[in-house]
């Protein structure tokens, strides 16, 4: 927090709240002066100004991103394209259908094969917070399966949502359905290497097509395969008390 002396160097924090999707400024004044406000561990004043290049923000206990030149993209990401910055062997990134500039970063990863939603930034704090194994954040998946006329057994999808033995352990409880035959959603909230798929094939129905839909209170059926968008202030906030288990205002 700014000291007294760097007062005309900050910007005040209702402020910098409102920016960032908090609310109106007399909202976040509320905000702050009901002491759910922190700065660097301590309780913020009404009036206080920060530093938004270095000060620790919380509201209600979750971590907020005030830095001004802080970008959150919700990419749609298509199949053949890889989640890594870079690649050496020439394939298409998924930076690569993001501006160059901010240089940002994709939170997690999905496989070269899976499509859907994946949050791209240069917000280092959330990325944490969103993979994190101990912040549970779920993600959700429609998987296309191989399988009979019948479609999957209530016996294969009972072991996906107690729990498959894989190479590396026992996978966590999931929530699994069956919405149509051979489709199975499910909600997992590990992020083990190709999990899903190894998953699916451990009990017997290796997967066809997956598409990942939801990421914590995150959905979007709109944005084409390939196409971006900015996530809303308020999405971004749901997301981060979400990853922080605190409700969302």
Do not use: W
């Not at 005309?8 to 905000?31: D, N, T």
């Not at 009404?46 to 990419?75: H, K, M, N, Q, T």
């Not at 709109?222 to 999405?235: D, M």
């Amino acid at each position: 927090m700014s000291t007294h002396d760097e007062v005309a160097k900050g910007e005040r924090l209702q402020k910098v709240l409102a920016r960032i999707g908090y609310g109106s400024r007399r909202v976040c004044e509320e905000i702050v002066a009901a002491g759910r406000v922190t700065v660097n561990g301590e309780v913020a004043t009404l009036g206080c100004r920060i530093d938004e290049s270095s000060d620790s923000v919380c509201v209600d206990g979750a971590p907020v991103g005030v830095r001004p030149d802080v970008v959150y993209y919700l990419l749609n990401k298509p199949r053949g394209v890889v989640t890594t910055a870079e690649d050496t062997h020439g394939r298409q990134t998924v930076l690569d259908l993001l501006p160059a500039s901010p240089r940002v970063f994709p939170v997690g990863r999905l496989d070269m094969d899976t499509e859907g939603l994946l949050i791209v930034t240069n917000d280092g704090e959330l990325a944490h917070l969103v993979t994190h194994p101990s912040k549970g954040v779920e993600k959700e998946y429609l998987a296309e399966v191989e399988c009979g006329h019948d479609g999957v057994s209530n016996s294969a999808i009972r072991r996906l949502r107690d729990g498959v033995e894989l190479d590396d352990g026992l996978t966590s409880p999931a929530t699994v359905s069956q919405p149509d035959i051979g489709v199975l959603r499910i909600t997992i909230h590990e992020g083990r290497k190709r999990q899903i798929r190894r998953m699916c094939e451990a009990v017997g129905h290796p997967v066809i097509r997956l598409v990942r839909v939801r990421i914590g209170p995150i959905r979007d059926q709109r944005t084409p395969p390939g196409k971006y968008r900015h996530l809303t202030p308020h999405e971004v906030i749901t997301l981060r008390n979400s990853a922080a288990g605190v409700d969302t205002l």
